[in-house]
């Protein structure tokens, strides 16, 4: 399994100096987080829309799951999500982004309840990135060819403050209405002009590949129980199917139809853990035919069989 690395770092030292510059930054965003947290164990919604707090007292994983698409920031711990032949792996100095909707397998490897896992993520608004994309004063940005959908970049500077100004936000409730959309447009124009600058741009330019891509996975996501074939979406994206394929799997590193599977494995296991639907019902809400079918690739994805999995997770809920 081959590791995406972050896109560029500075020299060691020039690293070891920026880190020193950037650590009373840091310390303020692990103690906010900390007091916004406190008592909670998984995610905590706030007043600022697409704003969601983490505390993990205890690790995770390796757990399937819908990666938004979203800016993640970590205070303290780390994680690792696999999507793919990829391994994308942050922590307190770097932020992941990514710019689709993407089934991912996450992993916490490290929490306590003496030290949590600590992070925030931001869920990115398509139509809030095409207003500042078609701002006349939005500096010009270098064209690049379509990067991967998820992206690891060193976190500092200019980003850290603005992340730690959003937080500081949920103090004053009042000021929010008024600050909060400024202070997320300016986050966005921080991430439009670093690392994953071009791949936010290229989907919601009209016409580009990953904007076509972004509207299959639209597509995928609406219609992912009902039978789907390649070459319908290919046309109603204004794509051939070859191009498909290849643009998809370059953005997602996975095919049209890996990511449909992956879809409809992970809203049967909603379904059966959290609503408590049989096994045969959700696999025939999600689009399987085949029961057996349907056991192979859940085994294959989440490591035992639907039926085991469900009890396992009803006498953990139990215990707990």
């Known amino acids: 399994m081959s590791a995406a690395q972050p896109e560029s770092f500075p020299p060691p030292a020039a690293a070891l100096a920026l880190d020193q510059a950037f650590e009373p930054a840091r310390r303020e965003l692990l103690a906010l987080l900390q007091r916004m947290t406190a008592g909670v164990d998984g995610s905590l919604e706030t007043p600022i829309e697409g704003l969601y707090l983490h505390r993990l007292v205890q690790p995770t994983g390796p757990k399937p799951t819908m990666q938004n698409a979203a800016l993640a920031v970590i205070a303290q711990g780390s994680k690792r999500l696999f999507i793919g032949d990829d391994v994308y792996e942050y922590d307190p100095f770097h932020y992941l982004v990514s710019s689709v909707d993407l089934p991912v397998v996450a992993k ?134 070859s191009s498909l394929h290849h643009h998809f799997k370059q953005a997602t590193a996975m095919s049209p139809l890996q990511y449909q599977k992956q879809l409809r494995l992970q809203e049967a296991r909603r379904l059966m853990l959290t609503a408590d639907a049989g096994v045969a019902l959700a696999a025939r809400a999600v689009g399987y035919e085949s029961s057996s079918q349907f056991s192979r690739e859940y085994s ?21």
């Open 108 to 241: 916490v490897s490290v929490a306590s309840p003496d030290l949590p896992y600590l992070g925030l993520r931001l869920e990115l608004n398509p139509e809030e990135i095409t207003a500042l994309i078609s701002d006349a004063n939005l500096p010009p940005l270098a064209p690049a060819e379509a990067p991967r959908a998820l992206c690891v970049n060193p976190l500092g500077g200019a980003m850290l403050d603005v992340v730690l100004r959003m937080l500081r936000l949920l103090d004053t409730p009042r000021d929010i209405p008024i600050l909060g959309p400024m202070v997320k447009r300016e986050l966005l124009y921080r991430l439009l002009m670093n690392g994953q600058g071009a791949a936010l741009r290229l989907t919601v330019l009209q016409d580009s590949q990953l904007n076509r891509v972004a509207k299959a996975i639209r597509i995928l996501r609406d219609h992912y129980a009902k039978p789907l074939r390649v070459e319908d979406i290919a046309r109603d994206v204004h794509m051939s199917v």
């Open 300 to 320: 294959r994805l989440f490591g035992t069989p639907p039926l085991r999995d469900k009890q396992r997770w009803k006498d953990e809920a139990l215990a707990a």
